[in-house]
């Protein structure tokens, strides 16, 4: 039998890819075969990765940038896989969200994926290619103090399905929705606001989740590497959750 989950010769992009779950994915598809371009604003992270991984490459763009987005995308010879990655947090119910930040997150999470995928959409349509949009649970259910994350996040999942319908055949669109993982994200979230509590409230969000921890970011990267691969060729418009349990309690 063939290796499964192989992308060997397929071309990759992954919007925030040089740290967190984004770092996880590039090294995930590059370990499948995949050609990776890394797009970050942080270009020195950005390189360091990619100096890792063979094949390789980087893009440095600020995805909230349309014409910058559009330089980047129009480099590109061809594309295969979109991995939309990147995005921001913010603490908060609506009475603690200003509006400046409220805007800031649907411009980086929501304009920010909508600027992307409309640039990357030709190239993926002729490739017959595949979008994974990284959610969140928080798009699914209500959290406490996360109103504009979880707006936006919600939008991500609805944006996910409504491109499934109109690319049905063309394009398969699939969105991950991760619980709580350990990435630089959370730490700078307990840096931020618990910095002088961070292990109680380390230990709070480990107990959120039924199996008693947080998630991994190559967890989220395999369950990427299998949405983008050809065993998953009957999935589209999908939005699997990998939140340990979070979610079912």
Same mark, same amino acid.
């Given at each position: 039998?063939?290796?499964?989950?192989?992308?060997?010769?397929?071309?990759?992009?992954?919007? %925030?890819?040089?740290s967190?779950?984004?770092?996880?994915?590039?090294?995930?598809?590059?370990?499948?075969?995949?050609?990776?371009?890394?797009?970050?604003?942080?270009?020195?992270?950005a390189?360091?990765?990619?100096?890792q991984?063979?094949?390789?490459?980087?893009?440095?763009?600020?995805?909230?940038?349309?014409?910058?987005?559009d330089?980047?995308?129009?480099?590109?010879?061809?594309?295969? !896989?979109?991995?939309?990655?990147?995005? !921001?947090?913010?603490?908060?119910?609506? /009475?603690e969200?200003?509006?400046?930040?409220?805007?800031?997150?649907? &411009?980086?999470?929501? /304009?920010?994926?909508?600027?992307?995928?409309?640039?990357?959409? %030709?190239?993926?349509v002729?490739?017959?290619?595949?979008?994974?949009?990284?959610?969140?649970?928080?798009?699914l259910? %209500?959290?406490?103090?996360?109103?504009?994350?979880?707006?936006?996040? %919600?939008?991500?999942?609805?944006?996910?399905r409504?491109?499934?319908?109109?690319?049905?055949?063309?394009? &398969?669109?699939?969105?991950?929705?991760? $619980?709580?993982?350990?990435?630089?994200?959370?730490?700078?979230?307990? /840096?931020?606001?618990?910095k002088?509590?961070?292990?109680?409230? &380390?230990?709070?969000?480990?107990?959120?989740?039924l199996? $008693?921890?947080?998630?991994?970011?190559?967890?989220?990267?395999?369950?990427?590497?299998?949405?983008c691969?050809?065993?998953? /060729?009957?999935?589209?418009?999908?939005?699997?959750?990998?939140? $340990? $349990?979070?979610?079912?309690?």
């Amino acid at each position: 039998m063939d290796i499964p989950f192989r992308l060997d010769g397929r071309r990759a992009v992954v919007t %925030g890819g040089a740290s967190g779950i984004g770092e996880a994915t590039c090294r995930v598809l590059a370990a499948a075969g995949a050609s990776v371009t890394i797009l970050d604003i942080d270009a020195a992270g950005a390189k360091s990765l990619a100096d890792q991984l063979p094949g390789s490459s980087v893009l440095n763009c600020d995805i909230t940038d349309a014409a910058a987005v559009d330089a980047a995308f129009g480099s590109l010879t061809g594309l295969d !896989i979109l991995v939309n990655n990147a995005g !921001i947090g913010l603490v908060g119910n609506i /009475e603690e969200t200003p509006t400046e930040d409220f805007a800031r997150l649907f &411009r980086v999470n929501v /304009e920010g994926m909508y600027l992307v995928t409309k640039a990357a959409m %030709g190239k993926l349509v002729a490739s017959k290619g595949v979008i994974v949009n990284i959610g969140s649970v928080a798009g699914l259910v %209500g959290i406490k103090r996360r109103f504009a994350y979880c707006a936006t996040k %919600g939008a991500v999942v609805a944006m996910s399905r409504q491109l499934a319908v109109d690319y049905a055949g063309k394009v &398969r669109v699939n969105c991950v929705c991760p $619980g709580t993982v350990d990435t630089p994200f959370v730490e700078a979230y307990l /840096e931020k606001y618990h910095k002088h509590e961070k292990e109680k409230v &380390r230990a709070e969000l480990n107990q959120r989740q039924l199996v $008693g921890r947080l998630g991994r970011p190559d967890e989220i990267a395999h369950a990427v590497l299998y949405l983008c691969s050809r065993e998953a /060729e009957f999935i589209t418009g999908s939005a699997m959750i990998i939140d $340990g $349990g979070w979610t079912a309690a």
